[in-house]
Nanobody, 123 residues
Framework: QVQLVESGGGLVQAGGSLRLSCAAS????????ITWFRQAPGKERDFVAA????????YYGDSAKGRFTISRDSAKNTVYLQMNSLKVDDTAVYYC????????????????WGQGTQVTVSS
């Protein structure tokens, strides 16, 4: 059974940084991609960034390019999302998700989800 546990969210001022973690367990993830989505109140769940477990290829949504960095530590089975230059518009619940195969930017394509971690950016 795949389990994903996010941590690292919190309250930060605009311009600040946070690092989110997604600890994965329950199987080997060699064929998997791990993806971060976010969902603000009243809005759809949006693609933020993704990483292939093998190879480490990374993919970013427009909102993340130039400010966020996704990475993984295979020894710890953990994926990170380093978020810099945070904006008020980045306020959302951040979820990590996993799927076998290709990167999808649609949340409907993912079976495994974490519980989410709240990120609040104040002005």
């Amino acid at each position: 059974q795949v389990q994903l546990v996010e941590s690292g969210g919190g309250l930060v001022q605009a311009g600040g940084s946070l690092r989110l973690s997604c600890a994965a367990s329950g199987r080997t993830f060699n064929s998997y991609v791990i993806t971060w989505f976010r969902q603000a109140p009243g809005k759809e769940r949006d693609f933020v960034a993704a990483i292939r477990w093998i190879g480490g290829n990374t993919y970013y949504g427009d909102s993340a390019k130039g400010r966020f960095t996704i990475s993984r530590d295979s020894a710890k089975n953990t994926v990170y999302l380093q978020m810099n230059s945070l904006k008020v518009d980045d306020t959302a619940v951040y979820y990590c998700a996993a799927r076998s195969g290709e990167v999808l930017t649609r949340s409907a394509g993912y079976v495994y989800w974490g519980q989410g971690t709240q990120v609040t950016v104040s002005s």
